[in-house]
């Protein structure tokens, strides 16, 4: 936080009384990014008439926002754990919308009903992190996409 007050020239004091944790800061930088993913969710919501297409959609919207910002998954996750955290509202809010999607795409037959939006955001968090490692090539979030919406079993093993 010291380093972030410095480049932006103010005082650290100033930097924390208006953010008091590096959580609220990400927070405050996240709200641009977040109206951006909401709008993305209503366009899909209005456009997308096929729920599994819709669901999948969402889910690269999701997967886009949370590598706004390198390393942005890990304090996702870690909020996560943490219900007084300050990115824990826009964690649940991103999980009921993925509810939304994953129960239409339940209700028309084309997603397994054990699987809830909470699943689905985590798996899109995992994706996020992944792909931002060093290791992942240019292929890797479109593999691992594409396993996270049909398996990892071929068709025709037990």
């Not at 955001?121 to 290791?135: E, H, P, Y």
């Amino acid at each position: 936080m010291d380093s972030i007050a410095k480049q932006a020239g103010v005082g650290p004091g100033t930097l924390y009384r208006h953010f008091p944790t590096r959580d609220a800061l990400l927070a405050a930088l996240l709200e641009k990014h977040y109206a951006d993913l909401e709008d993305i969710r209503v366009s899909i919501e209005a456009d997308e008439p096929e729920p599994a297409a819709a669901l999948q959609r969402w889910i690269g919207a999701l997967g886009q926002w949370m590598n706004a910002y390198e390393g942005l998954p890990e304090p996702l996750r870690a909020a996560w754990s943490q219900p007084s955290s300050v990115l824990m509202p826009t964690c649940q809010s991103l999980v009921d919308a993925s509810e939304r999607f994953l129960s239409a795409a339940q209700h028309a037959g084309s997603a397994k009903a054990s699987l809830t939006g909470r699943d689905i955001f985590l798996a899109a968090m995992a994706v996020a992190w992944a792909s931002s490692t060093k290791n992942a090539d240019g292929n890797a979030v479109a593999a691992l996409q594409e396993m996270l919406r049909t398996g990892w079993v071929a068709r025709g093993c037990p």
